[in-house]
């Protein structure tokens, strides 16, 4: 898969029919993960280029690693995978969503989703999610 | 509501009950909005402090503009207000996720969410998404 084009400016980057995706200055791009069966949110993670080349012509979900610093494949040593259904992106291509059928618990706690806490509305307290 | 206390170090922030956003370098948080009642996401934006304060306090999802650089309370303008009913953080505290009774699109283009293309299995070609 050769590098992906430049983003467009304003608008035009809402209606175009090319991927071009936004990076930040860190080279990244937010990724959410959906499941596609339940239409529970799993998880956010970050992607480079790379990882969203791999993503795509894989459909296993890769992301970029800001801690180790390298590709992540997810589940690779888990064995947690995401099969990738669908890559959608944005209006302004800066964030991807994933639709992923996930393998076991998406978050490393072994939980389903990472969101598994509910803010409580006084801003301080969190209580686990029941769901 | 007063300030956020400081985040934890490793799996003390998983298991803390207690709501310790960790803000990236430019003090914002990816926050994901997903409709309630239907499962959709939405859109992805980013808070700072305030806003994830905001959005606690009003139940009315607020955002910071890093185009504008300042507080956006959602539909302001437009209307497409989102009634939070839940505020959710992850596992390591630095993504929200806000389950939302969404007014109108949640797109500035119109369209019910941001993520309305799907990417070709090629990476090059974009395809408005049916649903």
Redesign the interface.
């Known amino acids: 898969?050769t590098d992906?084009p430049e983003p467009l400016s304003g608008?035009a980057q809402?209606?175009?029919?090319?991927?071009r995706p936004k990076f930040n200055a860190d080279g990244l791009i937010?990724a959410?993960a959906?499941d596609v069966a339940?239409?529970?949110?799993l998880?956010?993670a970050w992607m480079n280029s790379d990882a969203?080349?791999a993503t795509?012509?894989t459909?296993r979900a890769t992301y970029w690693s800001r801690s180790r610093q390298s590709l992540w494949v997810k589940g690779e040593t888990s064995g947690h995978v995401q099969h990738v259904e669908?890559?959608?992106?944005?209006?302004d291509q800066d964030?991807v969503?994933l639709k992923v059928r996930q393998t076991g618990g998406a978050?490393?706690?072994g939980?389903a989703s990472?969101?598994?806490?509910?803010?409580?509305?006084?801003?301080?307290?969190?209580?686990v999610?029941k769901d």
Chains 1, 2 share one sequence.
């Open positions: 898969m992906f608008s809402d209606e175009c029919p090319e991927l937010a959410i959906q339940s239409g529970e949110v998880m956010l969203l080349k795509l012509e459909r669908e890559v959608r992106i944005d209006c964030a969503l978050c490393h706690t939980r990472c969101f598994y806490r509910i803010a409580d509305s006084d801003g301080v307290g969190l209580t999610a």
